[in-house]
């Protein structure tokens, strides 16, 4: 079973985080939920309170399938402060994982440490004129090898189902699970 870690930080958007989290666990993909903060206990963009499966710090040394990074104003602005953040993507993205942000997280997190390495991605807004290490591209969702990144909360659906179809190798199945839920992917 393929498994992703989805980093929460506090004010991560999190209809970009629950709604990536449900797709992927409803195609047999185990994800745990980690709080890059001292508690479990993150609080989202909107102000509501989750408890994560687990803090970063205790899974630092873990390797997942794939990294998801929610975006949000601050969640993203605190996902690139943290330099414990910053090695555990640079690991999974050395071992060739997949790296997952959405939103403003490909810019902020990613674009802002010299983690896309030159690779196609998109973000939120006009976050890509800071970025000088990749090249942007407007689309819901871009894939440029191990990188998967989704535009924003509207394109939710789009990127958690390409990440579903890329950690199952199973695109008909993702396409199968979009019917179902009645969206046109």
């Known amino acids: 079973m393929k498994k992703a870690a ?13 709604v990536t989290i449900d797709i992927l666990r409803r195609l047999n993909i185990e994800v745990e939920t980690l709080a890059c903060t001292d508690t479990r206990a993150v ?4 102000a509501i309170p989750l408890v994560a499966d687990a ?14 990074l929610p975006g949000g104003p601050q969640g993203s602005v605190n996902l690139a402060a943290d330099p414990q953040v910053i090695a ?8 060739g994982k997949l790296i997952c942000p959405i ?23 006009d976050l890509w004129q ?30 958690a189902l390409t ?11 993702a396409r199968e699970h979009a019917d179902h839920i009645y969206y046109p992917w």
Do not use: M, Q
Request: net charge negative; with cysteine.
């Open 6 to 18: 989805v980093l929460l930080a506090p004010g991560f958007e999190e209809g970009e985080a629950i």
């Open 163 to 173: 990440v579903a179809s890329r950690l199952t190798g199973d695109k008909p199945a």
């Open 88 to 95: 555990f993507v640079a690991r999974h993205d050395a071992a």
């Open 103 to 125: 939103c403003s997280a490909a810019a902020r997190v990613l674009g802002a440490n010299g983690l896309l390495k030159g690779r196609r991605y998109v973000c939120s807004g």
């Open 43 to 46: 609080v989202s963009y909107h």
């Open 130 to 159: 800071d970025v000088r290490d990749g090249e942007y591209v407007d689309a819901p969702v871009v894939e440029d090898g191990n990188l998967i990144s989704g535009k924003g909360l509207g394109r939710v659906f789009d990127f």
């Open 55 to 68: 803090r970063l710090a205790e899974r630092v040394e873990a390797t997942y399938d794939a990294l998801v």
